[in-house]
């Protein structure tokens, strides 16, 4: 996936999303293959709702935590606004997965700022490839608005530098330990997400054709 | 937080720099560990509250938590303590004679710096207190140091009988990376032998020390100078060599891989020769620390040229999107390899809005400031916490922050200070529970003895809200939740000399008692103190409420309830009109998200036309979309 053998993956949205929860399943599932793997958050004061973005390197050796913009093989986008601001740490005609569900944040409620009117079209036109769904609609769908968070991991899957069952192991070994009841329905918003990654791709590439 | 068994030696761990340091202390067989929360520094603590066979306390501030880590090592047991930069501000009263009297027991402090300011006040370098105390200072780069280089502070501790400093920064506290871990191995308290001369600071006894510490200086320089913390790794492009610390040392091996570079891990003294031989071997010499330049102007005052601040930054941190165009620069090359790819221009981030933190949904803070927006002719100092937050959209409601405490002081001196024009206007202070009994009570005694006025208003949420939650003497839990004596805010301020009729303790999220206590204590001209007493939402004290929903048709558009300035609630559609008077409003029709309200009912208070109602939970819960 890059060319200095260490893969970068930005994963961005905001707190209490569950990104950088997210991005340590990723590395977890990492390690256990054997890379050298760090994380590291971008998360002033996340957890009242600001913005996070969660750094996860991987490879034979890694030294600095962050990736530098312009680097990242893959962005994953936790929401719509969010997924704009960082889709510059893309490398060029990189990949973006992105969730469409939109949060709207005090500021542009009371109308000090805009929301911008289409985040999927401001990052198609810097010449990145988009793959977007609406993850929360599907974890609702699945019965709990937490498992957006699988959901984009399922995403993530077929992006990998390996195979899914990897990560799909990392997601289920760390809710058997902590919430055994939950594994089966982790199980299946893990492959929701990756037939809404597919069923996104075949709609890129159906547009790219028209 | 309970204990756990701990992970198995050898095992190879994903842990945070401040994980790896608390199993590392707790591996060095350390007795005796205390800290305050602060961001980045709390999760040591957290973790090391895990361990067992190691005592583990909140302290009520940092300088505390330093000499209860002082007394243990006194007491010959390995002692820790963790603080945030700002916190060693605190501590420092007591470092500054420990480096005197020295120590029996190890005693490593762990001092966290937040260079790039993700969550502090001040990006001070705590590298400076190395020199300042005259004491040895490690720094790790990544996890795996951090715990290697706690292990070797206990050692180091013990053989120069003085305390140790391991200086961190966000970007080793917070970054998670691989760690292989070992074995516990326990070390007995040695126990207290009664020697006046060193542990007796009186002026006499404390000028005999003095030359000491000169001594262990020279000690430590040469310990500094052979150390295996302060490594060279060669490298063929010749032109550039250099010198660094912490995180900057991994983005200088990161971007410029084929350079030679010196690491310093044992960073204070600084191994001037060990620096001198490695400088004759380069063209150039450019250190790269965060912040401050400590080591550059030594090595300048020891005659070694050398670049520093003079070609990077003196602020934020050294990553390499600001090394490689800064050393491109000073070696006249025009592109920086590295930050173009594919030859095309460096990425420009999108315009989007800023995403600003907020107070939770619901957070009994909410109903405080509300109040505070409507009221006028006020000024308010504010402190350091979640309701520092009052100082942002919508409320604009808070006028001062500077260190933890500072709210009383300082609102004494806007008092005592004011100017003719500003006679009329009304004092107020804002302080939460623990930053109270932090460091604001002494500021409140100040008030009531002076003869202040001004209403001080203490926001008692039971927890340490903006780092997490934390248990301090005010939630009557301690470090593991157990039960501990809980600080009766009220009797508190009455025994400082507050009058019993000034002492006001209100329900947050009653908006017309609120408004109605703080609008007549303004008026009286002596201190008063209105506490609040609703749990933080993020507690366990915290219990949910029906949610609630808005009817559309009865939305009037007054934005009433925006001012709250809940994140549950949402502006779906504005709308300009024209009043009779004349004037244009702008209308601002609402919705509640209500997966997330837990129907704490602040907004439905100043909703005039009863637009607001408890959500109907036979319908699936709605997510709500623009």
Redesign the interface.
């Known amino acids: 996936m890059s060319d200095n053998q260490v893969t970068n993956i930005l994963v961005v949205g905001?707190?209490g999303q569950g990104v950088m929860t997210a991005t340590?399943i990723l590395?977890?599932a990492a390690?256990a293959l054997g890379h050298?793997?760090?994380?590291?958050?971008?998360?002033?004061?996340?957890?009242?709702?600001?913005?996070v973005s969660s750094h996860l390197r991987f490879g034979n050796k890694?030294?600095?935590?962050?990736i530098?913009?312009?680097?990242a093989d893959l962005l994953v986008g936790f929401e719509a606004?969010?997924t704009?601001?960082?889709?510059?740490?893309?490398?060029?005609g990189g990949l973006v997965l992105m969730n469409t569900?939109?949060i709207?944040?005090?500021?542009?409620?009371?109308?000090?700022?805009?929301?911008?009117a289409d985040p999927i079209a401001?990052?198609k036109s810097?010449g990145y490839r988009v793959h977007a769904f609406d993850a929360?609609a599907i974890a609702?769908e699945l019965g709990d608005?937490r498992l957006g968070n699988t959901v984009m991991l399922g995403a993530m899957a077929d992006h990998l530098p390996f195979p899914p069952q990897v990560l799909l192991d990392a997601i289920l070994k760390r809710f058997s330990q902590r919430k055994p009841h939950m594994v089966e329905v982790n199980r299946k918003a893990f492959e929701a997400g990756r037939a809404a990654d597919k069923a996104a791709n075949q709609l890129s590439h159906a547009e790219a054709a028209a | 937080m309970a204990a756990v068994m701990p992970q198995p030696a050898a095992s190879?761990l994903?842990l945070s720099g401040n994980e790896a340091v608390a199993r590392a202390v707790w591996e060095s067989g350390c007795r005796v560990a205390a800290a305050y929360p602060g961001?980045p520094s709390t999760e040591m603590l957290e973790v090391i509250s895990t361990y067992p066979d190691i005592y583990a306390e909140w302290s009520v501030n940092e300088k505390v938590s330093l000499e209860v880590a002082i007394g243990a090592a006194f007491a010959g047991s390995r002692s820790f303590c963790a603080m945030k930069h700002v916190g060693m501000n605190v501590a420092s009263d007591a470092l500054m004679t420990l480096t005197l009297t020295g120590v029996v027991g190890g005693l490593v402090i762990a001092i966290a710096d937040d260079v790039g300011?993700?969550?502090s006040q001040n990006e001070q370098d705590s590298r400076y207190w190395g020199r300042f105390a005259h004491l040895p200072m490690f720094e790790p780069a990544?996890s795996q140091e951090a715990y290697e280089m706690t292990k070797a502070a206990f050692d180091l501790s013990e053989g120069f009988q003085c305390p140790v400093i391991l200086r961190m920064t966000t970007?080793i506290n917070?970054?998670?990376?691989?760690v292989t871990v070992g074995e516990r191995v326990a070390h007995a308290a040695t126990g207290f032998k009664k020697e006046p001369a060193r542990w007796v600071m009186t002026p006499a006894g404390a000028g005999k020390r003095i030359p000491l510490m000169f001594e262990r200086d020279k000690a430590l320089r040469a310990e500094a100078e052979i150390s295996p913390l302060n490594i060279v790794e060669t490298g063929k492009d010749r032109r550039v060599g250099f010198v660094s610390s912490g995180?900057a040392w991994?983005?200088v091996?990161?971007?410029f891989p084929d350079a030679p570079a010196l690491k310093l891990g044992f960073s204070c003294p600084v191994p001037i020769e060990k620096i001198r031989a490695f400088a004759a071997t380069v063209d150039q010499l450019v250190v790269v620390e965060e912040v401050e330049p400590l080591v550059e102007m030594e090595l300048k005052a020891a005659g070694i040229a050398c670049l520093g601040k003079d070609i990077l930054p003196r602020q934020g941190e050294l990553?390499?999107?600001v090394l490689k165009p800064a050393i491109a620069k000073l070696l006249g090359e025009p592109e920086p390899v590295?930050?173009?790819?594919?030859g095309?221009a460096?990425?420009?981030?999108?315009s989007?809005?800023?995403?600003?933190?907020?107070?939770?949904v619901a957070c009994p803070h909410l109903g405080v400031y509300y109040t505070l927006s409507q009221l006028k002719n006020i000024t308010i100092a504010g402190d350091i916490g979640?309701y520092t937050?009052g100082a942002g959209?919508?409320w604009n409601a808070l006028d001062t922050t500077i260190s933890m405490g500072a709210s009383m002081g300082i609102a004494m001196g806007l008092d005592k200070g004011r100017a003719e024009a500003d006679k009329d206007k009304r004092i107020l202070a804002v302080i939460g529970d623990s930053t109270f009994l932090h460091m604001g009570m002494q500021g409140l005694l100040d008030i009531v003895y002076n003869g202040g006025n001004v209403t001080v208003l203490l926001l008692d949420n039971r927890a340490v809200g903006?780092t997490?939650g934390q248990a301090n003497p005010g939630s009557g839990k301690g470090i593991h939740g157990q039960e501990t004596p809980r600080v009766d805010f009220a009797k508190l301020v009455e025994s400082l000399g507050v009058k019993k009729e000034r002492i006001h303790v209100v329900d947050p999220y009653q908006l017309p008692v609120l408004f109605k206590t703080i609008r007549e204590e303004v008026k009286v001209p002596e201190v008063s103190v209105i506490i609040t007493n609703q749990p933080c939402v993020?507690i366990d004290d915290y219990k949910k409420q029906q949610p609630y929903e808005v009817i559309a048709y009865k939305c009037t558009g007054c934005g009433n309830c925006?001012d709250v300035?809940c994140?549950a609630?949402?502006?779906t559609r504005?709308e300009k009109v024209i009043k009779p008077s004349g004037k244009e409003v702008?209308l601002?029709f609402v919705n509640i998200e209500t997966?997330a309200c837990t129907g704490c009912g602040l907004c439905v208070q100043p909703c005039a036309p009863e637009a607001i109602v408890h959500a109907d939970l036979t319908k699936?819960m709605r997510?709500?979309?623009?």
């Open positions: 905001i707190g340590e590395a977890e390690i050298d793997a760090k994380k590291t958050e971008v998360a002033g004061m996340a957890q009242r709702g600001g913005v890694v030294l600095s935590p962050q530098m913009a312009g680097q606004a969010e704009m601001r960082w889709c510059h740490y893309l490398k060029p569900a939109r709207v944040p005090p500021v542009v409620d009371i109308g000090l700022y805009d929301y911008p401001e990052i810097r929360m609702m608005v | 190879r994903l961001t300011l993700s969550s990544d970007r917070h970054v998670k990376a691989l995180p991994m983005h091996r990161e971007s990553a390499p999107n590295g930050l173009k790819p594919l095309r460096t990425p420009v981030p999108a989007v809005f800023p995403r600003p933190p907020t107070m939770c979640c937050l959209h919508p903006m997490g993020l925006v300035g994140p609630i949402h502006v504005r702008e601002q997966a699936p997510l709500v979309r623009h």
